[in-house]
């Protein structure tokens, strides 16, 4: 195998990932490498091979079904031996907490349980979990009380802490925030981000909440197992048009045909409808542009209810860069149908 060329502060690489099962091809040639103290944010839709990427990162993956150059703390999970040394440098909470908590246990026994696993001498384990249960506000009356007491929230920040318990330099989350209230997910946000900068733990976020970019160094957008994005927010609102600025429109009586009236005017890049009566609009030469299209809609007897201008955030490029996916995927299957027709 090739060994690429890594620092030592390189956390992960992963150089022409594929994972096949059988006859299914999950992921394709995905290559990414993260460096120390990052957080990495994996968003896709639902079936996009982000928990299949993380398995095969996290040793759950027989070599059979993968190939590529993979190395998670300079180590390589293709070599069976190398396995037991992987675990115990990265820590694993995975989606449902009650796969890493014993429940009828208290969550001092629950560490006791994980640290005598990893041979963690019990003075230091003890230190080592209190420390992490007062960074993520775990309450001290629970300490000793029955983990299916707890509450949602602080269930779900106690697998964290079991997560984290043998210092791991590299931290993989599978939808920390799913199933959580709106208003807690926050919380586990910044409780992540507390936990990267006090401890500088690399850190791997699955999550369908695109507000988590909020807190990730570079985001990893997945469709249908391929990679199509790595790279920092900041840097993918920057490569739309006009980095991003954007004018939300709400148009009286708003149809296609209007639509598709605005979308011919010349610097116009997209148009995006986000509602009822609004659209989103994207163009070239932003502040130049923006009064040249009123007017132009004002013209065309378009009737303008508001207008407003905005900046783009990670939410919307995703929504951008995933239609652009699909639009592309369309145009694909019906070039594919046409040349079927004209086979004799
Ligand atoms: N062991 C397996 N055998 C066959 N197909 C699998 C296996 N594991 C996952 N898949 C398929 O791979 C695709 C990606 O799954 P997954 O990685 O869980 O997606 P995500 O986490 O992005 O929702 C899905 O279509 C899933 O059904
Ligand atoms: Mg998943």
Known sequence: MKSPDISNNTMVVVENLNVIFGDNHIVHDVSFRVEEGEIIGMFGISGAGKTTIIRVLTCQIEKKN????????????????????????????????????????????????????????????????????????????????????????????????????????????????????????????????????????????????????????????????????????????????????????????????IIKTIQKYPSIEKVIRVGNETIEVFMECFEDNLPKLMKFLFENNIEIKSMSRDIANFRRYFQIRIQEEEEKENEKNRYDSINECDRP
């Open 66 to 257: 993968w190939n590529g150059n993979v190395l998670v703390t300079s180590l390589s999970p293709s070599k069976r031996g190398n396995h037991s040394k992987i675990l115990s440098n990265i820590g694993y909470v995975p989606q449902l907490e009650l796969l890493n908590l014993y429940f009828e246990l208290d969550p001092i026994t629950n560490v006791k349980v994980f640290t005598s696993t990893y041979g963690m001498d019990k003075k230091e384990a003890k230190i080592t979990a209190e420390k992490l249960f007062n960074i993520l506000d775990i309450p001290k009356d629970t300490w000793k009380k029955r983990v299916k007491r707890m509450s949602g929230g602080e269930k779900k920040r106690l697998s964290m802490a079991i997560g984290l318990i043998h210092h791991p330099k590299v931290l993989f989350l599978d939808e920390p925030t799913t199933g959580v209230d709106a208003s807690k997910r926050y919380d586990i946000l910044s409780y992540l981000k507390k936990l990267n900068q006090q401890l500088n733990t690399t850190m791997f976020i699955i999550t369908h909440d695109l507000e988590a970019a909020l807190i990730c160094d570079k985001t990893a957008i997945l469709m249908e197992g391929k990679l199509l994005e790595f790279d920092t927010p900041q840097n993918l609102i920057n490569s739309l048009p006009s980095k991003g600025l954007v004018a939300r429109i709400s148009i009286e009586n708003l149809s296609q045909d």
